[in-house]
């Protein structure tokens, strides 16, 4: 839902502020869920609920944690991936389901919802549901942390949700990757910005020591 300035730092007074960080992986809705968390925000992290949902199967390949459950989802191109990517994605909107009836449930609580980087490309349904028990903010990546993002994947690529880009791809995955990843960050982009309430600039993020700074910015950013 979108928000004024006054409204949400009204909401926030009254512990009734939820919001959704959205955007791309690594750019720092991890790390400032957490920061709020300082501020007495409940913070409920997407990512994790769905590695305690696959635990168990993790576990049978020697896995644990977030780092592992990228493993297990592999590459394009891998045997696997296909049907490890399907089933990550179901069971995100099946934790995203879930997230959206405890939300309710929550009294007198300001609440953080952490997201994935593939948040958009779960069912309309599912993000119709996020859209109506929270604000949704896109930390928005500008070209500069774009070209950034890309270096970084080019040097350590890392296993992700790549979607309609990846599948296309998926035969000649290794040798455009590079390319590839650069690709999906702008379909990401356009997504995101499709699915947002609201954009604050991830280019801003470093201005900021303290959660409080952070969050009085954000709110003075809303039109």
């Given at each position: 839902?979108?928000?004024?300035?006054v409204?949400?730092?009204?909401?926030?007074?009254?512990?009734?502020?939820?919001?959704?960080?959205?955007?791309?992986?690594?750019?720092?809705?991890?790390?400032?869920?957490?920061?709020?968390?300082?501020?007495?925000?409940?913070?409920?992290?997407?990512?994790?609920l769905?590695?305690?949902?696959?635990?168990?199967?993790?576990?049978?390949?020697?896995?644990?944690?977030?780092?592992?459950?990228?493993?297990?989802?592999?590459?394009p191109?891998?045997?696997?991936?296909?049907?490890?990517?399907?089933?990550?994605?179901?069971?995100?909107?099946?934790?995203?389901?879930?997230?959206?009836?405890?939300?309710?449930?929550?009294?007198?609580?300001?609440?953080?919802?952490?997201?994935?980087?593939?948040?958009?490309?779960?069912?309309?349904?599912?993000?119709?549901?996020?859209?109506?028990?929270?604000?949704?903010?896109?930390?928005?990546?500008?070209?500069?942390?774009?070209?950034?993002?890309?270096?970084?994947?080019?040097?350590?690529?890392?296993?992700?949700?790549?979607h309609?880009?990846?599948?296309?791809?998926?035969?000649?995955?290794?040798?455009?990757?590079?390319?590839?990843?650069?690709?999906?960050?702008?379909?990401?982009?356009?997504?995101?910005?499709?699915?947002?309430?609201?954009?604050?600039?991830?280019?801003?993020?470093?201005?900021?020591?303290?959660?409080?700074?952070?969050?009085?910015?954000l709110?003075?950013?809303?039109?």
């Open positions: 839902m979108k928000l004024s300035s409204q949400m730092r009204k909401l926030y007074r009254e512990e009734r502020l939820v919001l959704s960080f959205i955007g791309m992986s690594n750019i720092g809705k991890s790390h400032w869920s957490e920061r709020l968390e300082e501020l007495g925000f409940v913070r409920i992290c997407i990512d994790e769905i590695e305690s949902l696959l635990e168990t199967e993790l576990q049978r390949f020697g896995y644990a944690g977030l780092a592992d459950m990228a493993k297990w989802l592999g590459q191109g891998d045997s696997q991936y296909l049907a490890r990517e399907q089933r990550y994605l179901a069971l995100e909107a099946e934790v995203i389901e879930l997230v959206c009836k405890k939300v309710r449930t929550l009294k007198a609580r300001n609440v953080v919802i952490d997201t994935t980087g593939s948040v958009v490309y779960l069912p309309t349904s599912s993000l119709a549901k996020l859209k109506e028990v929270s604000t949704i903010i896109h930390l928005r990546a500008d070209s500069t942390i774009v070209d950034t993002l890309v270096e970084r994947f080019a040097e350590h690529p890392k296993p992700l949700i790549w309609d880009v990846g599948r296309s791809a998926a035969h000649t995955f290794a040798q455009r990757v590079a390319g590839l990843y650069k690709d999906l960050l702008h379909d990401r982009l356009r997504k995101y910005r499709d699915l947002a309430d609201h954009e604050y600039h991830a280019s801003a993020l470093h201005l900021h020591t303290d959660p409080a700074a952070f969050f009085y910015s709110a003075s950013s809303l039109s």
